[in-house]
């Protein structure tokens, strides 16, 4: 199987500036997600080919699981979100979206298994536990928020990422937080086959990391250690959340654009996250704060990341937006810390009650 681009290593930078190469080569006018949309050498040459009218066989269907939709702009629902977000109505903005994909359909606990993601290899090694991470829940997300992070670890460490359920075309949507837990727990438990795994979620995909360890503990086989990058309380985000917002609109960054049903699932997740209780914690959790604060932020008290179920802080350099991209590999190197500190693998007779749960 081909190497895919973010196992070659390029991040959100060095996308842009192939994109841009490729446009100015091509005449084509490219989306700003085509290298995720089209994630592996063959596949994207496919792409091209066709666009300019010839023809190539093409890589797989599966080769696109990736956590990123088609990027396309335009659309009711993103005319009203941003209009929301130039008028700091942040509240209204995320139920404006919510709303847009209420009669999406939604798969609940018992049909997890099935809404499963394709885990997506990020960095290889020997070492464990393996790392498995969570992208955040914002409408640009996806894998190549870890591109960089993952980087400090090839070689030593094997690092996937795991898409959350629902922003590919034609996903379900979850209609809990636990069923798109429990939908991640699965894949990431199939993939360790009784290895031992450490959870890392950046920011929003942090509460989903939490949530994920839960369910992993659930199935029998519980994670080693949980790494949460830059993580709010669902209490405390929303300041952060207009800077976000206004970062993930902006069509001329580095990051893959977004569309109206990817604003729509973004939405349905951060209102299930409203009125979601975390449950106790199911590992050691490591709060990973970055120090600095991102430029426009309105600072009134304590402004930075927060999470009361947390063993240990590293305080790191960077901001909400740089610590997994400049300064991607002191984080990394923070995290490698905590999961080295924590290597304890499944028990026997746990593995073995989760080949039972799962066939």
Known sequence: MQLTFLELGFDSLVTLELRKRLQALTGL???????????????????????????VEPEPAAGTANGNGSGAHGGVLDGLFRRACRLHRTRDAIAIAEAHARLRPRFGVSHHRRQAPTAIPLAQGPAEPLVACIPSLIASSGPHEYARFAKAFADRREVIAVPVPGFMPDELLPSRIDAAAGAQAITIAEHAQGRPVALVGF???????HAVAVELARIGAPAASVALIDTYTTETMLPIADLVFDRMLDGNGAHPAVDDDRLGTMGVYLGLLAAWTPPPRAAPTLLVKAT?????????GDWTASWPQRDAVANLPGTHFTILEDHAETTARAVEDWVARHPAAVAPSARHRFRLRVR
């Open 292 to 300: 600095e604060p991102v430029p426009g932020l309105v600072r009134v």
């Open 203 to 209: 920011s929003t995909g942090g509460l989903l990391a």
């Open 29 to 55: 006018a490219l989306p700003t997600t085509v290298l995720f949309d089209h994630p592996t050498p063959a596949a994207l040459v496919a792409h091209l080919v066709g666009e300019l009218g010839g023809s």
